[in-house]
Nanobody
């Protein structure tokens, strides 16, 4: 069992920044495909950003140029730096860890991000 714990959410004004952190337990963190997802009220959960074991990244079009995903394998941690936040970024942000694109993986409990206008 892998435990995934997110932190760093909060309330911020539009244009502000937040950095989310996600720690995943286990000795094979470096092999995980890590992803940040978000779910706004009444909407489906969507992928925000992903990072492979090799460090390749991908982003949703809505956050390109504003968000940056990174990982520190020595700390079993993945980060999501969020800049120029907009009210439409308001959502619960979830971290996911998995060994392959073809499995569900492990989810954290989520962290709330609220951007006020």
């Amino acid at each position: 069992q892998v435990h995934v714990v997110e932190s760093g959410g909060g309330l911020v004004q539009a244009g502000g920044s937040l950095r989310l952190s996600c720690v995943a337990s286990g000795s094979i963190f470096s092999r995980y495909l890590m992803g940040w997802y978000r779910q706004a009220p009444g909407k489906q959960r969507e992928l925000v950003a992903g990072i492979t074991s090799g460090g390749s990244t991908n982003y949703a079009d809505s956050v390109k140029g504003r968000f940056t995903i990174s990982r520190d394998n020595a700390k079993n941690t993945v980060y999501l730096q969020m800049n120029s936040l907009k009210p439409e970024d308001t959502a619960v942000y979830y971290c996911n860890a998995k060994l392959s694109e073809y499995v569900v993986g492990y989810w954290g409990q989520g962290t709330q991000v609220t951007v006020s206008s």
